[in-house]
């Protein structure tokens, strides 16, 4: 039996069946961007008929997919329309009133998902511990969803002031919707964001409520396309929290699938890292259209409770839309395959970050694209083996690729070699410069961390990026051009709950926040029991948002083994204090003395136990395995040609050495291994790099 994992991303298309015995199977198919279900569908039945796999051997599917992120940027979700407190229609526009670039007068901030004639407002109003000022004014809600209805509206999303306080409302006016519009999709935001403030409440209801169509119909047609093929089992989705969800869960809030792609890069770095005893990772995934970079300490990826989405500025933090679901924290780049090359107005060349995707694509590929990309420069060096490429599956137009370098080149004076060893070089300078920002943001010291490269591009510019961040080790796992389908593999069923309480630690009844943990942890824990992964239990977490009094802002802090104890509530309240003042004193060195801490929200993480880490092969010692040839790669200074061997990856056994410059070649990636890297492969069958001297020489 088999478990199937499909990632979509911008470029490809990523498939894995792996067994339990175990032996994997893999495919990478160009994402179909019109309908990506085609794409998964052909490329499932190809990878089963190579591999003569019944469509009954494959007992279960888990998903990610960049669908609904692509729907927010490109802004095709369905006509969605708002009801909310009266004098709060403007929320989404008036924002924070913050300017994330000040001196930027051609700022461009988001485009609104819902137009400002599609926002209604109607009577009612709460008070901030949830008493009813105002009645909800029922024939209001009638009447503004049945003009909404006539306008073309197929989705409301019903956002009421204080929702996360008393819910009353916002229930009877979704009763009322149903009643009135029977078809009409609704998000009521005590569903999905819980928690105070009220712009980013609202941002996150209506980006649900944008996209829940789209995800209803989409889920429903390849859950179809998978019955028709003869694919039964359970059918898991990946969410933005690294966990596992149901397609319920799914189809009712959308939202929380915004990032799962990059979640399970992530997922699968930690476990390529637990295989070989290693705790601390940069993970660095490398696609087609963007690169993602994630610090994992603990052998596990951090949570984050907020993060933006669908930026008018692709990295300009504040130019997004804000949206209040636990997401792995990562920073993503616009550097991938894809990446197109230009001249920029000051006549430099500039790389990404608009990609080429997989149609037209990198102008190697031979579909119409005409910009140089990346993937270009990378043939051009002979990095990637044109007669190879993707196991063969993607015939590559060598004339087609040099045609556009040479364009390039004389747009810039260089030649096509310079052209191409300048964008190797500024893609790696651009994803090194944003690794740099993010350790410094965190306060770590890189030198101790161990760079694992994934994705189809990953393994060929890691070694390069991690010279130029002065790391001493690089990893490469086996599979890794589609680790993070793989990663899919391995992941928990997970939950979150969050709720606003606003309690002050010192003069607050502790055992009413105890009651409020406890409902939460059940809620969590049904949502758990859904998924049915439920065998290697269940763990339950708990946060709480604190501040000092005073503070504008919170901090997100761990609670486990801090249960309130209803008969010392004395020394709960002190466990809780202590809790908080710790983990503050860690991230910035001091905390004020003798100032009364405020919870404003608590959380609980429901987490059923993914597989420990991925198999390991025997730990068989090798010998020099023969290379099957060699190619002159352009690795020297300034891009000067040197000969390397090149090695099938599949060949390769445990215990195995070698020195750089060297090409290991997979199906679904190549890993490049440069000028003074030591690699060995490790009895997981992963290459672990000793990057050495070379490190060395980059950082003086």
């Known amino acids: 039996m088999y478990a199937l994992g499909i990632d979509i991303g911008g470029t490809f298309t990523d498939i894995v069946l792996r067994s339990d015995r175990p032996e994997s199977f893999s495919h990478k198919e160009l994402t179909t961007t019109e309908n990506p279900s085609e794409g998964v569908i052909a490329g499932v039945r190809r990878l089963i008929e190579t591999h003569d796999i019944r469509p009954g051997q494959i007992s279960r599917t888990v998903h990610a997919t960049t669908l609904f992120t692509n729907a927010l940027i490109e802004r095709a979700g369905a006509p969605t329309g708002l009801i909310t407190t009266e004098g709060f229609r403007d929320t989404l526009e008036i924002g924070r009133e913050r300017k994330y670039d000040l001196y930027d007068v051609k700022m461009r901030r988001p485009e609104q998902l819902i137009p400002r004639e599609y926002r209604r407002e109607v009577a009612q109003r709460m008070d901030e511990r949830g008493q009813i000022l105002t009645p909800l004014d029922e024939d209001a809600v009638r009447r503004e969803v049945s003009e909404l209805a006539k306008a073309g509206i197929s989705s409301v999303a019903i956002v009421f002031l204080h929702a996360y306080a008393n819910p009353e409302h916002e229930r009877r006016a979704a009763e009322i919707v149903a009643e009135t519009i029977p078809e009409m999709q609704v998000t009521t935001s005590h569903e999905i964001a819980s928690e105070i403030r009220e712009y980013e409440r609202t941002s996150t209801t209506a980006i649900n409520a944008y996209i829940k169509p789209l995800a209803a119909r989409y889920l429903d047609d390849i859950r179809a396309r998978f019955s028709e093929l003869g694919i039964g089992g359970p059918f898991h989705l990946m969410l933005s929290n690294g966990g596992l969800g149901t397609v319920d869960d799914a189809k009712r809030a959308p939202v929380k699938l915004l990032e799962s792609g990059p979640a399970a890069g992530a997922l699968s770095a930690a476990h390529t890292g637990m295989a070989d005893s290693l705790s601390e990772i940069v993970a ?58 230009r001249r920029d107005e000051l006549g430099l060349m500039k790389v990404g970050p608009r990609s080429a995707g997989s149609l037209p694509g990198p102008a190697a590929y031979g579909l119409g694209g005409t910009k140089a990309t990346v993937t270009d420069a990378d043939f051009s060096l002979g990095f990637l083996d044109p ?19 040479r364009a390039l080149g004389e747009e810039t004076a260089l030649t096509p070699e310079a052209v191409s060893f300048g964008i190797y070089d500024i893609v790696n300078e651009a994803m090194a410069g944003a690794a740099r920002v993010h350790f410094a943001e965190r306060g770590v010291d890189p030198r101790r961390f161990t760079l694992i490269a994934t994705g189809g591009a990953g393994p060929v510019h890691a ?26 593999l391995v992941a928990p069923a997970r939950a979150d709950r969050a709720l606003t309480v606003g309690i002050r630690t010192d003069i607050d009844p502790l055992d009413d926040l105890e009651a409020t943990f406890q409902r939460l942890e059940r809620e969590t824990r049904a949502v758990i029991e859904e998924t049915g992964l439920t065998e290697r239990g269940v763990e339950i977490r708990r946060y709480a948002d604190g501040r000092f009094v005073g503070q504008g802002f919170s901090m997100t802090v761990r609670l486990s083994g801090h249960l309130i104890n209803v008969a010392d509530l004395d020394g709960s309240r002190k466990l809780l204090i202590d809790a908080f003042r710790d983990a503050y004193a860690d991230k910035f060195a001091h905390a004020p003395p003798d100032m009364p801490i405020e919870f404003i929200n608590i959380r609980v993480s429901a987490i059923a136990a993914g597989e420990a880490a991925f198999s390991q092969q025997d730990d068989t010692q090798g010998s020099a395995t023969e290379p099957k040839g060699t190619r002159r790669l352009a690795l020297g200074s300034a891009g000067a040609p040197v000969e390397a061997f090149v090695y099938d990856r599949a060949a390769l056994v445990p215990g195995m050495s070698f020195e750089g410059p060297a090409v290991i070649e997979d199906a679904g990636s190549t890993f490049l291994i440069g000028l003074g890297g030591h690699g060995r492969v490790t009895p997981s069958g992963s290459i672990l790099v000793d990057l050495g001297e070379a490190s060395k020489e980059t950082q003086a």
């Open 284 to 341: 660095f995934d490398m696609g087609g259209t963007t690169a993602k970079l994630c610090l994992i300490e603990g052998s596990e990826p951090s949570v984050a409770f907020s993060f933006e989405a669908a930026r008018a500025d692709r990295f300009a933090e504040g130019s997004g839309l804000p949206v209040l679901i636990p997401t792995v924290d990562l920073i993503e780049i616009g550097a991938g395959g894809g990446s197109i090359a």
């Open 387 to 405: 007669d190879n490429f993707a196991a063969g599956t993607v015939p590559i137009d060598m004339a087609a690729c040099k045609d556009a370098l």
């Open 463 to 488: 070694f390069a990026v991690a010279q130029k961040l002065g790391l001493r080790s690089l990893l490469c796992p086996p599979s890794a051009g589609v680790a993070s389908a793989m990663g899919l």
